[in-house]
C-alpha cells in the first residue's frame, strides 16, 4: 500500500496570512505516460463530507477559491491557501489515486488565530 | 444535480454483518462511473473500502477484502456494502460517494453522500 503522511498536523494561522500544508507518498504517484501525478486535496468540516478542492496535485476543482493552490510532483506535494479566510477552518486530506487501495494522508487541522 | 444518500442501520452487535444501500439520485448507475464506499472512524481519517463499476469490476481494500461484499441494484438505482464480522473497530461513518471521471476508477471522489454513522456494540 502507499501511505501518506502529512504535516504538520495541525496549524494555527491568522486571517489574511498563508496556510501551507505538506503530504508525502511513500512511493511515486506520477504516471509518466500522461505527466499526472494521482494526488486530491480535500477539504473537511465538522459534520460533514470531504469537498474535493485539488486533483491532479494542482487542478483546482471548478467552484473553488483562487486561494487554495496545489503543487509537486511524484512524491511531495503541497496544499497552499494564500489568504486564510475564516471559512477555511477545517481538516484538510491529500489522497492517491493511483494505485488501489486508494489511501489518504492522516488530515491537518487548520485554525484561525 | 446528483445526489447520494446513505441509510442502514445505526447500530449493529459484534460479530453480525453491517449492510448499507446508496441511494443515487440525479443519475443513473447503470450511466457508467465506478462508485465507491469510504469510511471515518470518529476522530480519525478517511479509509477507502472499495469500489465498484457495472460492467462487473469490483475492487475492495485487501484489508477488508475477506468480510466485504459492494453489490448493485439498477432498478432501484442503488449499490450496497455488507461488512461481515463487524467488531467495534468498524465503527464509523460510512459515505458512499463517486468519482469525477466517468469510465475510471483512478479519480478522486468528486460526489458524497452526508454520511451515515454505525456503531458496533453490544
Known amino acids: 500500500d502507499i501511505v501518506m503522511t502529512q504535516s504538520p498536523d495541525s496549524l494555527t494561522v491568522s486571517l489574511g496570512e498563508k496556510a501551507t500544508i505538506n503530504c508525502k507518498s511513500t512511493q511515486s504517484v506520477l504516471y509518466y505516460s500522461n505527466n499526472k501525478s494521482y494526488l486530491a486535496w480535500y477539504q473537511q468540516k465538522p459534520g460533514q463530507p470531504p469537498k474535493l478542492l485539488i486533483y491532479?496535485?494542482?487542478t483546482r476543482e471548478s467552484g473553488v477559491p483562487d486561494r487554495f493552490s496545489g503543487s509537486g510532483s511524484g512524491t511531495d506535494f503541497t496544499l497552499t491557501i494564500s489568504s486564510l479566510q475564516a471559512e477555511d477552518v477545517a481538516v484538510y486530506y491529500c489522497?492517491?489515486?493511483?494505485?488501489?487501495?486508494?489511501?489518504f494522508g492522516p488530515g491537518t487541522k487548520v485554525d484561525v488565530k | 444535480q446528483v445526489q447520494l444518500q446513505e441509510s442502514g442501520p445505526g447500530l449493529v452487535k459484534p460479530s453480525e454483518t453491517l449492510s448499507l444501500t446508496c441511494t443515487v439520485s440525479?443519475?443513473?448507475?447503470?450511466?457508467?462511473?465506478?462508485w465507491g464506499w469510504l469510511r471515518q472512524p470518529p476522530g480519525r481519517g478517511l479509509e477507502w473500502i472499495g469500489s465498484?463499476?457495472?460492467?462487473?469490476?469490483?475492487y475492495y481494500n485487501p484489508s477488508l477484502k475477506s468480510r466485504v461484499t459492494i453489490s448493485v441494484d439498477t432498478s432501484k438505482n442503488q449499490f450496497s456494502l455488507r461488512l461481515s464480522s463487524v467488531t467495534a473497530a468498524d465503527t464509523a461513518v460510512y459515505y458512499c460517494a463517486r468519482p469525477r471521471g466517468d469510465d475510471n476508477m483512478h479519480d478522486p471522489f468528486e460526489i458524497w453522500g452526508r454520511g451515515t454513522m454505525v456503531t458496533v456494540s453490544s
Open positions: 491532479w496535485a494542482s
Open positions: 440525479g443519475y443513473s448507475i447503470s450511466s457508467g462511473y465506478y
Open positions: 465498484f463499476y457495472l460492467s462487473g469490476n469490483t
Open positions: 489522497q492517491q489515486y493511483y494505485s488501489p487501495p486508494f489511501t
